[in-house]
């Protein structure tokens, strides 16, 4: 199957400091990549929706200035969390649409942040 | 509003039994109607469905579309320990995909 890379894995980072999550579609082309979030024993909340060559798509009560996203390739969308606080500390995971008809969705492996 | 409902939300079994996991949803230009697994990292793809009454098998787990009903089952027998994790379904209609809360199932030996 299609195989979508995050990087990094985990990522500890001092409160106030910015860290940016890459999102690779190693394989395939992705018109539209998905950013979610997970707390511990959690669904995935769906932050936003990026396009290629589009602004994302966020969904309510994500601050766009706080998670900027940027879809600049086919194969390359990436998340950083600005001027970051403990309550941002997470597990984010990406993930990528080939598009065209129906599809699967294709995640990476995942990224956990922790603000200390 | 479109909305996947799972249930039930968490489950508890011992190895052997078989299990019935159920996700419904709204429907807005439906495109298909995914199942995943997760354990510790991210989801692991198991089935899409996008027509109503053929079942997907593989090895223990099978799922089926029902779409008159809006909803969906996955089934799993002979549960092993290994089974334990978040099934999570997932609805996809245009560019979208939209999850359910997931079922939480836990098999215990």
């Known amino acids: 199957g299609a195989v979508v890379s995050q990087h990094p894995s985990w990522v500890i980072c001092k409160s106030g400091t910015s860290v940016k999550i890459e999102c690779r579609s190693l394989?395939?082309?992705?018109?539209?990549m998905f950013w979610y979030r997970q707390f511990p024993k959690q669904s995935l909340m769906l932050m936003a929706t990026s396009n290629e060559g589009s602004k994302a798509t966020y969904e309510q009560g994500v601050e766009k200035d706080k998670f900027l996203i940027n879809h600049a390739s086919l194969t390359l969308s990436t998340l950083t969390v600005t001027s970051a606080h403990p309550e941002d500390s997470s597990f984010y995971i990406c993930?990528?649409?080939?598009?065209?008809?129906?599809?699967?969705?294709?995640f990476g492996e995942g990224s956990r942040l922790t603000v200390l | 509003e479109d909305k996947v409902v799972q249930s039930p939300l968490s489950l508890v079994v011992h190895e052997g039994d078989t299990v019935t996991l159920n996700c419904s949803y709204e429907?807005?230009?439906?495109?298909?109607l995914l199942w995943y697994k997760q354990e510790k990292k991210a989801p692991t793809f198991l089935f899409m469905l996008?027509?109503?009454?053929i079942e997907k098998k593989s090895g223990r787990l099978s799922s089926i579309l029902d779409k008159k009903e809006l909803s969906s089952i996955l089934n799993i027998t002979a549960t092993q320990t290994g089974d334990s994790a978040i099934y999570l379904c997932?609805?996809?209609?245009?560019?979208?995909?939209?999850f359910g809360p997931g079922t939480r199932l836990s098999v215990l030996p």
């Open positions: 996008t027509s109503s009454g």
């Open positions: 997932a609805h996809n209609y245009g560019q979208n995909f939209v």
């Open positions: 394989d395939f082309q992705a018109t539209t």
């Open positions: 993930s990528a649409a080939a598009g065209g008809g129906p599809g699967e969705l294709f």
């Open positions: 429907v807005t230009n439906f495109r298909s």
